[in-house]
């Protein structure tokens, strides 16, 4: 039966559903509501867990090391700010293997301040070996949830992964989602049993330092847990699509994609709005379709090769910049091809920066610029879209 | 004797206080015993991969988290009803007094059963003696070097197990080295606290210090004798005791043994530094009651 909630709620049900054994929080906008959501299920007595109040995100995530050293499944969410605070944090979590759950509400970083949604978060975390998987709408969001729990635990992969969603779009916002069935969860992710745990009676010494000998291969290891992951990601996804019949595609998702000629490449709560610009720009004869990444690390290249093999233009549109280069999505797609025989021009748009509502018109205006490619070639491959010269 | 919890082997410097206090601490604590390390000389000394001091289950993650680490130990464990095992965390002044200082607060404020272990030998000597908070005034640093407008440190020692007591955890101590004995007693009396507890170990440093190889304990014994360290406990918030101090020595007997101190000796206005670290020692025996 679908409900219609807030977006936070529905994920904190979700996180619940997952009977997490430790959760640490540490409020901030907009991710708050999730983890006061949490507390009122334990304050409710409809989750048993351990549940820590900490003093800040740098000690949310610290703490949930501990925990999941000692046999836990462990939750916790943060935004902007509080993702660059845990940033030391993040890498430790992956080099030390720890299969550590992290909803990440995507939030501008500062400065200036805002408290509105990019991507930009994020993706600065790109590198810390964490799987990212990026939500389109809120039913995704929670159906990633137990997805999440079941990749980063299995043992042959062990590593952390992110569920991003974006700020206030989707955490705030009210729309009809179908809850997650507790018995479906449990019969879906088994309960969390690591071999080495922090036990007096088997003692063994985690966090070891290492010289120059030992160190690459502890990061081949890794890299090869994350490169695993691809194929656990898309497995995972099958499955949740038999116990609970949605599916959203695996590493990435495609629409209207059958003979379209401009294909837009992206992530997110954007979606939704492409997807209705789609449809109108369709039924006006344009041949656009769109190639949507649900996970960017690990990056999906070979499922990307093969779904943008025939498009005459690509245009990457996204939330983030790196600054005096580009987007960094546009920078990987462009790396992941370079090397087939794939010689489509790329082009690139940040949108949406600090919440900058992107509407229906402005995909229309970016689909426009990409249709130009094909016959004069590319005159922008990179731009900041529709900044607003007055204010210069 | 038991075998040590604290295995020989590891790579601390000859002649160094750190790992005495180590074995002290687990040999009170015992084996059913989990303990989080913060980045310092204990943790790159004691673990170089695929080696390891530890007989107990021991975790590090990063300079400044090892209090929060522990209290997600901590967390889980009573998740887990596993509440009999003694959680302790071990670290140095400099994550203890300085970059960790936030996740301790915390730790101290939720009320987590962990004894927080101070190994205290006044500087930062993993990364080769910077100051830290925890620096005695006018030691010298290679941070607070000495020179024609410095006599070293600035300020005086960040007055730590005060923090603690602030914070109402139910019990805080010092202790040192040299009194192995009243070491092991606090630890054992710390981890029947219904709460976290604070000791803060007297840990003298050959390099940092620089003294006469040989002389750690007598180092660590000479700063209690002359009131620099003075050992006493916090039940409560109400200071419950303190080790008398039988023959007051000046703090000169204890300062101009170490190379960190030797310029005060020499350089203008040395004495009335030395006259104001004999008001601070003189001002500990008088707080503490430590004579008789």
């Known amino acids: 039966m679908m409900k219609v909630v807030e ?26 509501h999730i983890v006061e959501h949490l507390s009122e299920f334990v304050a409710d007595g409809k989750l048993d867990c351990g549940y820590i109040n900490v003093d800040s995100e740098f000690s949310s995530l610290s703490s949930l090391i501990g925990a999941s050293a000692a046999g836990a499944r462990t939750y916790t969410s943060t935004t902007s700010q509080g993702l660059a605070l845990m940033f030391e944090v993040l890498y430790n ?79 705030h916002v009210y729309e009809p989602v179908e809850f997650l069935d507790e018995e479906k969860v449990r019969e879906f992710l088994p309960p969390f049993r690591p071999e080495y745990v922090l036990d007096p009676k088997n003692p063994k010494t985690f966090g070891a330092f290492t010289d120059p000998s030992w160190f690459t291969e502890f990061k081949y290891l890794q890299h090869q847990a994350m490169q695993r992951s691809l194929e656990k ?27 379209a000629e401009i294909v837009l490449v992206t992530m997110g709560s954007i979606i939704g709005t492409i997807k209705e610009a789609i449809d109108e720009l369709r039924s006006e004869g344009v041949k656009v379709g769109l190639v949507k990444i649900r996970c960017y690390r690990p990056f999906p290249a070979e499922a990307l090769k093969k779904a943008l093999k025939d498009a005459n233009v690509i245009a990457v549109i996204e939330k983030d910049v790196s600054m005096g280069y580009e987007s960094a999505l546009l920078t990987d797609l462009k790396g992941a091809l370079y090397n087939s025989s794939i010689r489509t021009p790329i082009i690139g748009f940040a949108v949406g920066l600090g919440g900058r509502d992107v509407g229906i018109k402005h995909i229309r205006s970016m689909v426009e610029k990409a249709s130009k490619v094909k016959d004069a070639g590319i005159e922008s491959e990179f731009e900041i879209f529709e900044v607003k010269p007055e204010c210069l | 004797m038991q075998e040590s919890l604290f295995a020989p082997g590891h790579r601390a410097c000859a002649g160094c206080g750190m790992p005495t206090a180590i074995k002290l601490v687990l040999d009170a604590a015992g084996p059913n015993t989990i303990v989080t390390s913060p980045t310092g000389c204990l943790e790159v000394t004691s673990t170089p991969f695929p080696e390891s001091s530890w007989r107990v289950p021991w975790i590090h993650s990063l300079f400044e988290n090892a209090a929060a680490v522990a209290s997600g130990v901590e967390v889980a464990l009573k998740k887990f009803r596993k509440t009999d095992i003694n959680l302790l965390v071990i670290g140095g002044d400099g994550s203890t007094f300085d970059i960790g200082i936030g996740a301790i607060s915390g730790m101290f404020d939720r009320g987590h059963r962990i004894t927080y272990v101070c190994y205290d030998n006044e500087a930062y000597m993993n990364t080769g003696v910077q100051r830290s908070g925890s620096t005695p005034f006018c030691a010298k640093t290679t941070t607070t070097p000495t020179g024609k407008l410095s006599l070293g440190n600035p300020r005086p020692k960040k007055d730590m197990p005060a923090i603690a007591v602030a914070h109402k955890v139910p019990y805080v101590a010092t202790a040192s080295i040299a009194y192995p004995v009243d070491l092991r007693r606090k630890v054992k009396r710390s981890l029947k606290a219904d709460g976290p507890a604070y000791i803060q170990i007297s840990a003298p440093c050959i390099t940092g210090w620089s003294f006469e190889a040989g002389d750690t304990i007598e180092q660590a014994r000479l700063a209690v004798e002359t009131c620099l360290w003075p050992l006493y406990e916090y039940v409560d918030g109400v200071l419950v005791g303190a080790k008398k101090v039988r023959r007051k020595r000046p703090v000169e007997d204890y300062l101009k043994t170490q190379g960190r101190y030797k310029h005060l000796f020499k350089a203008e206005g040395g004495a009335e530094v030395l006259a104001q670290i004999q008001a601070m020692a003189d001002a500990n025996a008088e707080k503490f009651g430590l004579l008789d």
Do not use: H
Request: aromatic residues 8%; contains cysteine; proline residues 6%.
């Open chain 1, 7 to 32: 977006g936070s709620y529905a994920i904190a049900d979700a996180v619940r559903c997952c009977s997490p054994d430790v959760v640490s929080v540490y409020p901030i906008t907009p991710q708050t």
């Open chain 1, 233 to 259: 990601i898309e497995e995972v996804s099958k499955e949740f699509e038999e116990v609970f019949g949605r599916g959203y595609g695996g590493l990435i998702d495609t629409y209207a994609m059958e003979d």
């Open chain 1, 93 to 171: 979590v992956s080099g030390m293997r720890l299969p550590i759950v992290m909803t990440t509400v995507n939030r501008a970083l500062s400065a200036p301040l805002s408290i509105w949604n990019d991507q930009q978060d994020a993706l600065g975390a790109r590198d810390s070996g964490w799987i990212q998987i990026y939500a389109e709408n809120v039913q995704e969001a929670i159906d990633l949830t137990p997805q999440l729990y079941k990749i980063s635990e299995d043992p042959k992969i062990l590593t952390p992964s992110m569920s991003c969603m974006d700020g206030f779009i989707l955490t």
